[in-house]
């Protein structure tokens, strides 16, 4: 089981509990581009395996973003996860991408909040 977020703050955060659930029954990695010695610490202490990637989640280059959509997809062939689920707008998308590339049956992904679209904004 992976689970691909962008900020290892928000994967301990706020997929905290989801790890803890996972780790009972899956073996579960979690990719985040900013892991520090910390972290990976609290990720080790819930169960799980940090694994770093390099997508960056606000970069608008995209030969960076192509490297790390390659570098996705030889970490899904290696691993061959059952599930990957992923958060946030751009990991939803290159993990879509790379799971159907790396044959991967199942992917998952959740974009949270409204939006903009959803944003009353007050013109002046």
């Given amino acids: 089981m992976f689970i691909i977020g962008s900020i290892a703050s928000m994967m301990i955060n706020f997929r905290k509990e989801l790890i803890l659930e996972l780790v009972k029954e899956h073996e579960v990695f979690c990719l985040c581009s900013d892991y520090d010695d910390e972290s990976r610490a609290v990720i080790a202490k819930l169960g799980a395996t940090a694994i ?24 899904l062939k290696y691993y061959k996860p059952d599930v990957v689920f992923c958060f946030f707008v751009k990991p939803v998308i290159y993990s879509a991408i790379a799971s159907k590339f790396s044959k991967i049956k199942r992917a998952v992904g959740m974009i949270e909040g409204l939006g903009n679209a959803f944003v009353v904004h007050k013109m002046e």
């Fill in 52 to 75: 770093d990637y390099s997508l960056n989640s606000k970069g608008l280059n995209p030969i960076k973003d192509l490297f790390a959509f390659i570098g996705l997809c030889k970490i």
